[in-house]
């Protein structure tokens, strides 16, 4: 594997997820693989899971983690080609890509959608003008489009649960009272798209999400009906893709409740975090037993640390054949 930028990077994903169960317990064993190697991990938004699992997994390998929170303290960067820069943007993705690409030997990085433009949020402007200019390996710790390190820790999640071979897994949208990014359902819906399983994904009108992505998912506007017999729910706002970006309903009836769960079959609570409780889900959901929110974020760091394994294994591969 070269870049990741999409779940389907992985090849097989059942494989990558028991790779990961194992890793867990001897997470250093392939601590000289990445011996004298660095990432770059640029922030172009907030984290806090993402920053530590991906660094910690980076260590465990054996690399050097260099973190930079780039929306706030790189130079502004241009992407456009042959433009005339003479407003505030500072340094072109050319010269940028190229110069941290040889400070390091992978480059992960985190560029949200803006939720201004559909057009433009497809560009991924960032994550594309790495891929085109750096030369190196390129992570995607969430983009415009998609957050793939996340869906393969719920896949490994997913895993560890279920307690049979089809479980029924619904992807519920809650309220949220800021327009959220599409990115963490998108690769949500792809990566069921790849187990074995009855998924449904259960929202408001108005609410579909990329048809491209959901094309042969099951849609249940009713979110009681699509409750029913649910092992898994997995809940998370997004703003409208139609009317792109626009929050049209924050009606609180969406809220993952205790009555609500009590609908499924004693379904586990899952939710990428950060959440807001009371909003998106009630205390008692969140703090109950049923709720694997925090076994959740520690297969970040084992998701990292199967991505970050690929990509390195694949260059001593590549150097190999080079020389
Ligand atoms: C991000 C999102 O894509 O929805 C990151 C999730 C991993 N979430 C948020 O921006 C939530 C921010 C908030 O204020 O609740």
């Known amino acids: 594997m070269k870049h990741y930028t999409h779940i389907n990077d992985l090849g097989n994903l059942q494989e990558s997820v028991q790779e990961a169960i194992a890793l867990k317990e001897s997470q250093t064993k392939d601590k000289a693989l990445g011996e004298g190697k660095t990432i770059c991990l640029l922030f172009f938004n907030n984290s806090l899971r993402t920053r530590l699992s991906t660094q910690k997994a980076a260590q465990n390998l054996g690399m050097n983690a260099i973190v930079m929170n780039f929306g706030s303290e790189g130079w502004e960067l241009e992407f456009e080609d042959g433009i005339v820069m003479n407003q505030n ?6 010269e940028a890509a190229k110069v941290i690409a040889q400070y390091c030997d992978i480059v992960a990085i985190r560029a949200f959608a803006k939720l201004e433009s559909k057009e433009k949020d497809y560009q991924e402007a960032v994550i594309n003008g790495f891929i085109k200019y750096a030369g190196i390996p390129v992570v995607n710790m969430e983009s415009a489009i998609g957050h793939p390190l996340q869906a393969l820790a719920d896949a490994i999640t997913i895993e560890e649960f279920k307690t049979k071979k089809n479980p029924k897994i619904v992807l519920s949208w809650a309220p949220h009272p800021k327009a959220l990014p599409h990115a963490v359902a998108n690769s949500f819906v792809e990566m069921m798209a790849l187990q074995e399983a009855n998924f449904v994904i259960t929202h408001p009108k108005g609410y579909e999400l990329d048809a491209k992505i959901t094309k042969n998912a099951t849609i249940e506007y009713n979110q009681d009906k699509a409750f029913k017999n649910a092992d898994f729910i997995y809940v998370k ?17 969406w809220m993952i409740t205790a009555d ?32 694997i929110v925090i076994e959740q974020a520690n297969n970040r760091t084992f998701a990292a640390q199967i991505v970050l394994k690929r990509i390195l294994e694949n260059s001593v591969t590549s150097s190999a054949v080079e020389s």
Request: aromatic residues 8%.
């Open 237 to 253: 706002n997004w703003s409208s893709f139609k009317d792109y970006g626009q929050v049209l309903n924050t009606d609180v009836n």
């Open 89 to 94: 943007k500072s340094e072109h993705i050319k």
């Open 260 to 291: 609500k769960m009590k609908l499924t079959n004693n379904a586990k609570f899952m939710h990428c975090l950060p959440v807001r409780r009371n909003v998106i889900v009630s205390d008692e959901v969140l703090d109950s037993k049923n709720s």
